[in-house]
C-alpha cells in the first residue's frame, strides 16, 4: 500500500519549543516537499528536496529547519525563531526527472501556544 | 504578487449542475499545470494536469481548458456532487525552480442538494 504519511495529524506545543513533523513516503519518489497553509490560504513551500543529503529553502523558510538523510523521510523541525508557528503543515513527494504531480500527505496540524 | 491566482474565491452550485473554476496564471514560461481537491482537515488530491502543449484534457467528469492566449486556465466539473464540495487549487510550473509548483489561493465549492 503506497503512499505518503504524516504524523501525528494533530500536535500542540508551547511557545519557545521546537517541534519536528514527521513525513515519509514509499512512492520511491526522489523530490520531496513541505508547505505551510494557513486558514483560507494557498500553500506556502518551506524547503524542497531533489535529491538524498540536499535540500533547498523555499519562499518561507525562516524558523524552520530540514534534513534528508534517507530518501523515504524527510522530517521538518520548526523551531522557536518561527514567530507564527500555528498551521497546517502539508507534505508532498513528487517522482521528479520532469514529473511535476505532487503526492500529498494528509496533514499535520500544529498548534503552539 | 502572486502568479497563480482565481477570478471568484467561492462558488455555490446545484446539484446535478455544471460547476466552472476559474484561475489566472501570469507566467508565460509556465509549462504544465494541475488542480488539486482539497476536503476539510485534508491533504490536496490530485484531479487533472496539462501541459502547455495542449488546450484541453479529459478526465472522468473533469475537463481542464487552457487559453495560452489570456493566460487562463478552467477546470470543469460536469453533473456536481455533494462530495464535489471542496477547495480547489491550481498549480502551474514554469520550468524553473526545478520542478516546484506555485498554488494559487484557492476556490472552495459548495454543492446545494
Known amino acids: 500500500d503506497g503512499g505518503i504519511t504524516q504524523s501525528p495529524k494533530y500536535l500542540f506545543r508551547k511557545e519557545g519549543q521546537n517541534v519536528t513533523l514527521s513525513c515519509e513516503q514509499n512512492?520511491?519518489?526522489?523530490?520531496m516537499y513541505w508547505y505551510r497553509q494557513d486558514p483560507g490560504q494557498g500553500l506556502r513551500l518551506i524547503y524542497y528536496?531533489?535529491?538524498?543529503?540536499?535540500?533547498q529553502k523555499g519562499d518561507i523558510a525562516e524558523g524552520y529547519s530540514v534534513s534528508r538523510e534517507k530518501k523515504e523521510s524527510f522530517p521538518l523541525t520548526v523551531t522557536s525563531a518561527q514567530k507564527n508557528p500555528t498551521a497546517f503543515y502539508l507534505c508532498?513527494?513528487?517522482?521528479?526527472?520532469?514529473?511535476?504531480?505532487?503526492?500529498f500527505g494528509p496533514g499535520t496540524r500544529l498548534t503552539v501556544t | 504578487g502572486e502568479s497563480v491566482g482565481l477570478h471568484l474565491p467561492t462558488l455555490s452550485v446545484q446539484e446535478g449542475d455544471n460547476s466552472i473554476i476559474n484561475c489566472a496564471y501570469s507566467?508565460?514560461?509556465?509549462?504544465?499545470f494541475i488542480w488539486y481537491k482539497q476536503e476539510s482537515g485534508k491533504g490536496p488530491q490530485f484531479i487533472i494536469d496539462?501541459?502547455?502543449?495542449?488546450d484541453k484534457r479529459q478526465g472522468q467528469r473533469v475537463t481542464v481548458l487552457l487559453n495560452k492566449t489570456v493566460k487562463h486556465l478552467s477546470l470543469q466539473i460536469a453533473a456536481t456532487q455533494p462530495g464535489d464540495s471542496a477547495v480547489y487549487f491550481c498549480?502551474?510550473?514554469?520550468?524553473?525552480?526545478?520542478?516546484?509548483?506555485?498554488f494559487g489561493k484557492g476556490t472552495k465549492l459548495s454543492v446545494k442538494p
Open positions: 508532498a513527494s513528487a517522482p521528479g526527472q520532469g514529473s511535476y504531480e505532487q503526492y
Open positions: 512512492l520511491n519518489h526522489d523530490a
Open positions: 528536496s531533489q535529491i538524498v543529503n540536499d535540500f
Open positions: 507566467n508565460s514560461a509556465s509549462d504544465y
Open positions: 496539462i501541459r502547455s502543449n495542449m
Open positions: 498549480a502551474e510550473n514554469y520550468g524553473g525552480s526545478q520542478g516546484n509548483l506555485i
